[in-house]
């Protein structure tokens, strides 16, 4: 039996949720993989750092745990082979997630993330450090709450050609102008959107665009190798949008959805998003908190479509849970 340490750098619903499926995953860990998992640091910005290489109980990590003081102490006293990070977004900086994360690929442990900012502001010295040190560094659930976006390029669509990539990367927008849709405002959607658990820990960062933008700019890292910081992606939230503008395109079946796009040209990137309108059966035009991308590649003419259908807090930790399963040759 193989035996995982792994450690969980924030411990919020994602965490949690990621916590709960490795729990019930434990008896088809070892049937099917031979592989055991045990849980050796929690460290959270309420908790604080708190950590046991014989093991921790994630959601009581104080008991029996010696307490560390910083992240370098956390990570050599957990000794996790695997560190799974789900810290609130800073989109302008990436930090302190991208600093935390330099240091568990440092001292040897693979990390996986749900994190855009890391991606975004240090992807290259981040698998540059990963491959120096025998770790991994992997992401797949910063984009689409957990579907196949970058392990769908890596894994299966080498050399395609692909010129560009469009989508609808925020539930929360979609849930914000639905209710401006039914008469309501933009901060009864953040409300609603609130309430399903979809939000950012600052939904204007979905609501103003900042949110897509820096999924495109971790899009144009990874899968078109341009860097692209998200300051240079066109920008233009949902509130520029008159809440009657909104109603009328509902009502003639060409309602506003935040769409953010993506292209190379050549050796030049250009991105933007902003609502725009699409038609009801179109790719884009998704309800509820439906995510979608579409890729544009030379091998594919019309275009190769990936929808996620109300995807949640499972679907976010199945995303870091296949990473896992990558980072230790398990797939």
Known sequence: MRDYAVAFLGFGNVGQGLARLLDSKRAELAERFNVSVRTTG???????????????????????????????????TARADVVFETLPLDPMTGQPALDYTIEALGLGASVVSANKGPVVHGYERLTSLAESRGTRYRFESAV???????????RCLPLCGLRAVSGVFTS?????LEAVERGGTIEDGIHEARALGVTESDPSYDVDGWDSA???????????????????VRRTGLRSL???????????????????HIAVD????????????????????????????????????????????APDLTTTAYGMFTDFLEVIGAT
């Not at 750092?49 to 370098?72: E, F, K």
């Not at 971790?218 to 240079?232: G, K, Q």
């Open 144 to 154: 689409m709450d957990g579907a196949p976006v970058f392990s769908l390029v890596r």
């Open 214 to 232: 820096v999924k495109l700019s971790a899009i144009a890292s990874v899968l078109l190798e341009r860097r692209l910081p998200p300051s240079d």
């Open 172 to 176: 929360t927008a979609t849930v914000v």
């Open 42 to 76: 929690v460290g959270t910005r309420t908790l604080g750092w708190w950590a046991n290489p014989g093991g921790v109980m994630a959601w009581s990590p104080r008991v029996a745990s010696t307490q560390c003081y910083d992240i370098g102490d956390w990570l050599m």
């Open 266 to 309: 050549g050796g030049a990137v250009s991105a933007e998003v902003a609502p725009m309108q699409v038609s009801v059966g179109e790719p884009l035009a998704v309800t509820g908190t439906t995510l979608v991308t579409r890729f544009e590649a030379d091998v594919f003419p019309g275009g190769l479509t990936i929808a996620s259908g």
């Open 242 to 260: 008159d809440p009657g503008a909104i109603r009328a395109a509902y009502g003639e079946g060409r309602p506003y959805r935040l769409v953010g």
